[in-house]
């Protein structure tokens, strides 16, 4: 299914949420995006805060089929129960089809983005070097090509997931969490690049 859920009034026109009186559906049909199915949303002027996180955090599952959110405003707590679930939220004026096309354009393009961006993390995880056991990895370059690569994304999978006698990795300083995890001997030496750390399970 091509769908994107707008949050909106009874006529279907986007606003913002704590206005907002039901979630419609829209789906791609026969090249034309189509109300297909509409969902109540509850009131959310409460009193207590409690009660509206409560309220708030049960609406997720009631669209859990879908991974679009569209609509007028949508901020604080609301925006922060839907961002965590995982969906893609974008700020609309109306339903044409042309706002509702460049919807869908984005979330392709930027899954599109994740998928190669995943693609390329994995081919530049630690390599074996010719040494039985021994891998290789420049944290400082993968950094630099990969912006918001961590270091727990780059090197947790190799460290779970492979059996080594030693990593050798190039970085500007030593990750924290690696340090202090307890689980491997670390020897720090100063090299051309930066620092030159030799990793051995403990």
């Known amino acids: 299914m091509k769908a994107i859920v707008v949050f909106g009034k009874d006529n279907q026109e986007p606003c913002s949420f704590y206005d907002a009186t039901q979630f419609i559906v829209f789906d791609k049909i026969e ?3 189509t ?4 969902i109540a949303i509850p009131t959310l002027n409460l009193d207590s805060p ?3 996180r409560a309220r708030l955090e049960a609406l997720p599952p009631l669209l ?3 991974k679009i959110l569209a609509g007028g405003e949508l901020t ?4 922060s129960v839907f961002d965590r679930t995982g969906f893609y939220i974008f700020s609309i004026l109306d339903v044409r089809e042309a706002t509702l096309d460049g919807v ?3 979330v392709e393009a930027e899954d599109q983005k994740r998928l190669e961006e995943q693609a390329s993390i994995e081919k530049i995880r630690p390599e074996a070097t ?3 056991g021994v891998y290789f990895l420049d944290l400082i370059k993968l950094q630099q090509e990969y912006p918001g690569v961590s270091s727990k994304k780059a ?3 190799f460290l779970e997931e492979t059996d080594f006698t030693e990593l050798h990795l190039i970085f500007r300083h030593i990750p924290p969490w690696l340090e202090n995890s307890g689980r491997y001997k670390i020897d720090i030496r100063p090299c051309a690049q930066g620092v030159l750390a030799i990793i051995k399970p403990q």
């Open 50 to 52: 409690k009660q509206l």
């Open 35 to 38: 109300p297909v199915q509409t």
């Open 76 to 79: 604080g707590l609301a925006f």
């Open 104 to 106: 869908w354009a984005d």
């Open 130 to 132: 010719a040494a039985p």
């Open 31 to 33: 090249g034309s995006w």
């Open 64 to 66: 859990s089929d879908y």
């Open 155 to 157: 090197l947790l999978p």
